[in-house]
């Protein structure tokens, strides 16, 4: 973020907590734009994961460290997985789309019963090989977005980001119109999208409850 140039973007964390803005509803800054709140985001996949298979125990974490550089997102996930009955376990972080081969190896996720996926443009540019990973496995998955679930992954949980950028662009117009970024609230994600491919469930074995689909924005058959 610049002193000079109005930024306007996607925030993970809580932008208060981590010191970006003085509040949600002023800023005070040059920056505003939609925050996702990826702490709780990543806490409530462990959930809906532990709902989807009740059986699975042991779990992965695969965090990318550029968008969880203090570490608050694997830290809260560690704190809240044995209220859910889950043991959580970070996987070696990848930093290069290279290393998705190694840390993703089926010697390493066959150790688990499932699998959470972080957010960041190295998993989503990656989205492809981290979902194939997980088949070859046989192991179900969490995903951040809805991009994952297209592609074959299990389920995901996480913002609408076409919605988030229409958004976005509308808060650059306001800007360009002469607002102020100190001035224009940040605004928490409006649309969390929840959504099962119910071909990859009987794929992998897994009976999704009733209860559970009729919470589902979209049931992928």
Known sequence: MTKTIPTVGIIGVDPVAAGFVSSLARPGGNF????????????????LLKEAIPG?????????????????????MAQSAPKLGLRLEKLEEPRRAEDLTEVLRP?????????????GPLFWNNRTRIVASAAES?????????DYVD????TCYGPNIP??????????DHILKGGRPAEI??????????????????TLGITISPALLARTDEVIE
Do not use: C
């Open 32 to 47: 505003t734009g939609v925050a996702t709140f990826a702490i709780e985001l990543h806490v409530k996949r462990m959930a």
């Open 56 to 76: 699975v125990v042991r779990v992965a974490a695969l965090i990318d460290r550029s968008q969880d550089l203090q570490g608050l997102v694997f830290e809260s």
């Open 107 to 119: 010697e390493v996720l066959t150790k688990f019963d499932g699998l959470v996926v972080g957010s």
């Open 138 to 146: 046989s192991r179900p998955a969490i995903y951040p977005e809805r």
């Open 151 to 154: 592609a074959g992954g299990l």
């Open 163 to 172: 919605v988030v950028f229409r958004r976005l662009a509308e808060l650059v």
């Open 185 to 202: 609230p940040i605004e928490q994600v409006s649309r969390l999208d929840f959504i099962i491919n119910m071909r990859t469930a009987r």
